[in-house]
């Protein structure tokens, strides 16, 4: 008899834990770590898209490595356009971070294959809606060009960056432009007038 009461309490607390990990967002979060744990199992990706629909690769000035103020050398691509232009994602993968902070302005972190970030600096503005956790694809819009951060005085440009494990890689050589969508040309209907 003793041993169902405590089977019993066991499967109370069981309930009550489980119920807390579901109400609290638990669930999500450890869904959400494990969904990134699975890309780390991941090739990282060769080719990436570029971030900025119109335009090409060849219009970009290499500016990794360059160097900044305070002795630090820039670690990624200043792509520029006119503010306001759609920052769409050059991967697939997690919405990892959406920030500010004092270099970057405004800026969004995309973890992808392999457990690179990807990292969209100097936002006007963040897409509207999106959030940490979501599932994005290369057609995903996180945000829109700007001057924040230190960015500040500067014609507006997005900065781009690509993370590993070991540190910051140039991701000029991974750039690919994007293909403008094919544009079908259909034939005009004929009408056919049926009296009855």
């Given at each position: 008899?003793?041993?169902?009461?405590?089977?019993?309490?066991?499967?109370?607390?069981?309930?009550?834990?489980?119920?807390?990990?579901?109400?609290?967002?638990?669930?999500?979060?450890?869904?959400?770590?494990?969904?990134?744990?699975?890309?780390?199992?991941?090739?990282?990706?060769?080719?990436?898209?570029?971030?900025?629909?119109?335009?090409?690769k060849?219009?970009?000035?290499?500016?990794?490595?360059?160097?900044?103020?305070?002795?630090?050398?820039?670690e990624?691509?200043?792509?520029?356009?006119?503010?306001g232009?759609p920052?769409?994602?050059?991967?697939?993968?997690?919405?990892?971070?959406?920030?500010?902070?004092?270099?970057?302005?405004?800026?969004?972190?995309?973890?992808?294959?392999?457990?690179?970030?990807?990292?969209?600096?100097?936002?006007?503005?963040?897409?509207r809606?999106?959030?940490?956790?979501?599932?994005?694809?290369?057609?995903?819009?996180?945000?829109?060009?700007g001057?924040?951060?230190?960015?500040?005085?500067?014609?507006?440009?997005?900065?781009?960056?690509?993370?590993?494990?070991?540190?910051?890689?140039?991701?000029?050589?991974?750039?690919?432009?994007?293909?403008?969508?094919?544009?079908?040309?259909?034939?005009?209907?004929?009408?056919?007038?049926?009296?009855?």
């Amino acid at each position: 008899m003793r041993w169902v009461r405590r089977l019993s309490k066991l499967f109370a607390v069981l309930a009550v834990g489980l119920f807390l990990f579901v109400v609290t967002g638990a669930s999500d979060r450890l869904v959400f770590y494990a969904r990134i744990l699975k890309l780390y199992t991941q090739a990282p990706d060769s080719r990436l898209a570029m971030p900025l629909e119109d335009i090409r690769k060849k219009e970009i000035t290499d500016t990794w490595d360059a160097p900044r103020g305070d002795g630090r050398k820039h670690e990624g691509q200043d792509i520029f356009a006119p503010r306001g232009t759609p920052i769409l994602s050059a991967t697939s993968g997690y919405i990892y971070n959406i920030g500010e902070d004092n270099l970057g302005g405004h800026t969004v972190s995309v973890i992808s294959k392999g457990g690179r970030v990807y990292y969209y600096a100097h936002l006007d503005s963040y897409a509207r809606g999106i959030k940490i956790g979501d599932r994005i694809s290369t057609r995903t819009v996180l945000g829109y060009v700007g001057t924040t951060g230190n960015a500040q005085g500067t014609p507006p440009h997005l900065h781009f960056g690509v993370y590993t494990s070991t540190g910051a890689i140039n991701p000029l050589p991974m750039l690919t432009d994007r293909i403008p969508p094919a544009v079908t040309r259909q034939e005009p209907r004929r009408v056919i007038n049926r009296k009855a």
